[in-house]
């Protein structure tokens, strides 16, 4: 049974750091395990993904640089640190899961969801 719980939101300032965390309960390493993001009024975006069986993580482009996934895999439990944090960054945060190898942070390609947790950056 695949559980998956979202921590660690909040409101910061812009240039302000956050480290979200993902509970995957019910997952192993033949899962992919995403971070995705939803502001009011625009679709649901990618933001990161990794393998857990290897680690290797996907980007989108613009997220590279700033946003950092990371896995504790003994503990199911992903990460997401942000840092230099903008205004536009503001949005629900939500952790996914899939079984796959290919981890691309696509929305539809993935099966189960978190509750999500808020970020909020002001400017």
């Not at 559980?3 to 750091?17: I, K, P, R």
């Amino acid at each position: 049974q695949v559980q998956l719980v979202e921590s660690g939101g909040g409101s910061v300032q812009a240039g302000g750091s956050l480290r979200l965390s993902c509970d995957a309960s019910g997952t192993d390493n033949d899962y992919c395990l995403g971070w995705f993001r939803q502001a009011p009024g625009k679709e649901r975006e990618g933001v990161a993904a990794l393998y857990r069986g290897s680690g290797r993580v996907y980007y989108r482009d613009p997220m590279n640089g700033r946003f950092t996934i990371s896995q504790d895999n003994a503990k199911n439990t992903l990460y997401l640190q942000m840092n230099s944090l903008k205004p536009e960054d503001t949005a629900m945060y939500y952790c996914a899961a899939r079984l796959g190898f290919i981890c691309n942070p696509n929305s539809a390609d993935y099966d189960y969801w978190g509750q999500g947790t808020q970020v909020t950056v002001s400017s």
